[in-house]
């Protein structure tokens, strides 16, 4: 089973999947970050417990990183596993995304606003 939740931190968005993204949940998981993005300038994606990521993935994850960029945002990968970051650096990806070990070195580097907030972990 698949699952994405979702928070607003500071100024960007953190969104957490877990399972596998594929051709039957992206076009969802897409429709349901583009409205949560409303509020938010970048996006963060926490990928750390995700196994594969199909095209109709990564299609979905350059749809979110257009609708950042039109904000002046970025998106951010977070805690790929190896045949996912192996994958993304093969393609090209990594041009569009900023790749980070851990989710406070994401927020670091994408998130304008986040004072007030703690240790995202």
Known sequence: ?????YELYGDA??????????????PGYQ???AAALEPAQSLVLDMSEVEDVSGT????????????????????????????????EATGFGE????????????ERVCRDSQGHASVR
Not at 96 to 107: N, S
């Open 1 to 5: 089973m698949s699952t994405l939740t």
């Open 13 to 26: 968005l953190l969104a957490t999947f877990s399972g596998a993204i594929t051709r039957h949940n992206a």
């Open 31 to 33: 429709e349901e970050l």
């Open 57 to 88: 993935g990564f299609r979905m994850m350059l749809h979110l990183y257009h609708l950042v960029c039109i904000r002046g945002g970025e998106l951010a990968l977070v805690g790929m596993n190896g045949d996912l970051r192996d994958t993304v």
């Open 96 to 107: 569009f995304f900023v790749v980070c070990k851990t989710l406070d070195e994401a927020i």
